[in-house]
């Protein structure tokens, strides 16, 4: 057996060998996309291998950033003090195999959290900047890379509202400690509403939609003031593959919106987001230039309307047995005064056949809690609408029952269709 391991480790180190040796023949063509960025946020890198080898070719699974500024400066961008050798393809695979006489694509793309594929603090600064790739073939050492062609990435002087934000976050980041700023440092500067608030129309907004979406998760707030966010966001028209990802965006709402739905038993709702989802996801797939943007499209997994009906109808016949009350809230409508009040009308569904008693507490609560002077506290079988009005200045009011809750905000469905 050992004999077999050692013949085995033996031929792949030949294999390897070979195609290491394949790989002189291969050249390697570098984009950016898009070409031109603001300062702060990265793009992604297009790597393209082509092979004239009549074998295969193998590489490392890995690639080495190379910058020249305007001023002659010649640096590989480090990330977290290392050079930045980011992975190709599966970051599973030690090396890439390219076959004879083929071209493969090979993409490194910045998350939403605007990390990589650079993280460097030199890369933030306006200017333009000369970079190529290197890649290493399988078995060379260091200085072995093969490299791309000369590309050029601006990265902008920023203007008006641009430049206001640029301003913001230089100044957030030097009270942090984090001057120079990197684009890895947006999560550490919490900045996105102010941006928001003060600046909605900034070039910077779509870029931190997913940082505000974050925010929008953790304060817990209906999926329409989401929607609205990544909509805004849309509606500024972001360059490169930006405004794809912000439609994957608004899917993932959606979805989790039906989710929601399904699990207050709302089987008709839960439909009709997924449904939204479902379309939005199929435009990206069939309509975006960017294979790593469609590869990330059909990652989604998007129940089908006969899997949605079974599992309501399953979670609704397991509740019914259940030996706790199943009181579920829900918002009616909503109106909207003229003095910027917001009165909420909420309902409940009693999926048992007895009443239940649920008193004013822990498991039966308004928040802010004095949006209303009284609470139900006994709730019949069935569904009843207009149960519980609830009026605040203005901000969203949440009508608690023992696990389930419902949120009216003034983007909910309004009463009469209007306000008074």
Known sequence: MRDFWKMFLNATALVVLFASTAAAQVTVSFTPIPAETLPGVPVDFRITLSSASSAPAAMYNSAVLEVTSEGGETFLAAQDGRIARPPLDSPQESFLIIQP????????????LLFGPFGDARLSNPGRYSMRIGVVPA??????????????????????????????????????????????????????QEVYAKYPKSRYVPYLAYYKLMDTRAADLPAADQVRDVEAALALTPAGPLADRLRLMLAEIHQQSGDRNASILDVDGAIAEINIARQL?????????????????????????????????????????????????????????????????????????????????????????????????????GVHGNALRATTNGGPVTWRLSQYTATATKDSPRCGGGNN
């Not at 006489?101 to 939403?112: A, L, N, S, V």
């Not at 990265?155 to 640029?166: E, N, R």
């Not at 989604?300 to 309501?312: A, L, N, T």
Request: charged share 25%.
């Open 101 to 112: 006489g083929t071209t493969r694509d090979f993409y490194i793309t910045r998350d939403p």
């Open 139 to 192: 078995g060379a050492g260091e200085g072995g890379e093969l490299w791309s062609n000369p590309v050029t990435l601006t990265v902008q002087q920023p203007q008006g509202d641009d430049a206001a934000v640029w301003t913001m976050v230089q100044e957030h980041a030097t009270k942090a400690g984090l001057d120079p700023f990197e684009s890895a440092d947006w999560g550490r500067i919490h900045v996105v």
């Open 281 to 381: 996801v199929q435009d990206v797939q069939a309509n975006s230039v960017y294979p790593f943007v469609r590869a990330e499209a059909s990652a989604f997994r998007i129940m089908s309307d006969e899997g949605i009906r079974k599992d309501v109808a399953d979670s609704f016949e397991s509740r019914r047995k259940a030996p706790f009350p199943q009181v579920i809230p829900f918002v009616d409508c909503v109106q909207v005064h003229n003095d910027g009040r917001l009165t909420a009308r909420f309902g409940y569904r009693n999926i048992k056949d007895q009443t239940e008693e649920i008193a004013p507490g822990e498991k039966n609560a308004l928040d802010p809690a004095d949006a209303a002077k009284k609470l139900p506290d006994s709730f019949r079988p």
